[in-house]
């Protein structure tokens, strides 16, 4: 999939494969499925704002130069995602 939008004087691609690429830490996941495991009906919330956070704390380590609303907005597939997955990984562990 590649997405172009442009954004200031000059196009952005985004894509799983693009220059704009979510590719956080290794554990970063892991990580925050660990801090949230039982955090019972808050959980589904906790997962998507600390997915987003990745998102943002990954545009910054990039340089990326859409505001953080932009980055969200644009994100908003990929972030919704990872959250669900995690989420159906901690329903998953003890079955």
């Known amino acids: 999939?590649?997405?172009?939008?442009?954004?200031?004087?000059?196009?952005?691609?985004?894509?799983?494969?693009?220059?704009?690429?979510?590719d956080p830490?290794?554990?970063?996941?892991?990580?925050?499925?660990?801090?949230?495991?039982?955090?019972?009906?808050?959980r589904k919330r906790l997962l998507k704002e600390g997915v987003s956070d990745l998102v943002l704390a990954e545009g910054?380590?990039?340089?990326?130069?859409l505001p953080s609303e932009k980055v969200?907005?644009?994100?908003?597939?990929d972030i919704e995602l990872n959250a669900l997955g995690l989420e159906s990984w901690l329903d998953s562990e003890g079955k």
């Open 72 to 77: 969200l907005e644009v994100f908003a597939l």
């Open 60 to 65: 910054s380590r990039q340089g990326w130069r």
């Open 1 to 22: 999939m590649f997405i172009e939008r442009r954004f200031y004087n000059g196009p952005m691609a985004v894509s799983h494969h693009g220059p704009a690429q979510f």
């Open 25 to 42: 830490p290794a554990g970063a996941h892991a990580g925050l499925g660990g801090r949230h495991r039982r955090a019972g009906t808050e």
